[in-house]
């Protein structure tokens, strides 16, 4: 095979970078390139199919192996639509909460009360800028009676403990005056699929889009 096209590419959404960096790192996936996305797509998900596209098309030539780590996040099946036609595999299930948690247990979680607000470490650590801000909840906190009417409770799905931080979860839940609790799900099946796409090495490299870790 051509060596450049020996390696693997992971494109994730930048809400992921984080956790995908941890992962590589404890389990010395040298082999994965990834390609991050800006998380604020999650805000616009009709242009995260396009964005994709953009990214296989630039290296497809490049790498054995594409995987594409965003969930459905909300493309109505867009995203699906695209990587079916590219024979491209993606994370499983609706979004992020889902793949952390487990089908099973975000099934469970949600039977129990549908009027659930998630929380991942991610979220907790940038909730201003995507919540607040974008809501508007900073500058008109009257908004949030409206917004979260229909949720009763914040569960944070904590990946890593060591570097979780319950207390802001906590404080996010009283903000928006909803019941709190904790579940740790580690890494879910985000650390199963890759574990799955990680190939032998490649050049270890990471790409960012206009994305501080």
Same mark, same amino acid.
Not at 52 to 79: N, P, Q, S
């Given at each position: 095979?051509? =060596?450049?096209?020996?390696?693997?590419?992971?494109?994730?959404?930048?809400? +992921?970078?984080?956790?995908?960096?941890?992962? &590589?790192?404890?389990?010395? @996936?040298?082999?994965?390139?990834?390609? /991050?996305?800006?998380?604020?797509?999650?805000?616009?998900?009709?242009?995260?199919?396009?964005?994709?596209? %953009?990214? $296989?098309?630039?290296?497809?030539?490049?790498?054995?192996?594409? #995987?594409?780590?965003?969930?459905?996040?909300?493309? !109505?099946?867009?995203?699906?639509?695209?990587?079916? =036609? %590219?024979? $491209?595999?993606?994370?499983?299930?609706?979004?992020?909460? *889902?793949?952390?948690?487990?089908?099973?247990?975000?099934?469970?979680?949600? !039977?129990?009360?549908? !009027?659930? #607000?998630? +929380?991942?470490?991610?979220?907790?650590?940038?909730?201003?800028?995507?919540?607040?801000?974008?809501?508007?909840?900073?500058?008109?906190?009257? +908004?949030?009676? %409206?917004?979260?009417?229909?949720? &009763? &409770?914040?569960?944070?799905?904590?990946?890593?403990?060591?570097?979780?931080?319950?207390? /802001? =979860?906590?404080?996010?839940?009283?903000?928006?005056?909803?019941?709190?609790?904790?579940?740790?799900?580690?890494?879910?099946?985000? *650390?199963?699929?890759? &574990?799955?796409?990680?190939?032998?090495?490649?050049?270890?490299? $990471?790409? @960012?889009?206009? @994305?501080?870790?």
């Amino acid at each position: 095979m051509d =060596a450049l096209r020996s390696g693997a590419l992971v494109i994730a959404c930048g809400a +992921l970078a984080h956790e995908i960096a941890a992962l &590589r790192r404890i389990n010395g @996936w040298e082999a994965l390139d990834i390609h /991050c996305l800006p998380p604020e797509l999650h805000n616009h998900p009709e242009q995260i199919p396009a964005r994709v596209r %953009e990214v $296989i098309e630039a290296a497809r030539d490049r790498y054995a192996k594409i #995987f594409v780590a965003y969930a459905d996040c909300g493309t !109505g099946g867009r995203l699906d639509a695209l990587l079916q =036609a %590219e024979g $491209i595999e993606r994370l499983p299930g609706a979004h992020c909460y *889902e793949f952390y948690a487990t089908a099973q247990r975000f099934s469970e979680l949600s !039977g129990q009360e549908p !009027g659930t #607000f998630y +929380l991942t470490d991610f979220l907790v650590r940038h909730f201003e800028r995507l919540v607040a801000q974008t809501l508007g909840i900073d500058r008109h906190p009257q +908004l949030i009676a %409206e917004y979260f009417r229909n949720y &009763r &409770r914040v569960i944070y799905l904590v990946q890593d403990e060591a570097q979780s931080d319950i207390a /802001c =979860a906590a404080a996010i839940a009283q903000r928006l005056g909803l019941e709190f609790s904790v579940e740790l799900t580690g890494y879910g099946e985000l *650390e199963t699929s890759l &574990r799955q796409v990680a190939a032998r090495p490649a050049e270890q490299r $990471i790409e @960012w889009a206009a @994305w501080p870790r």
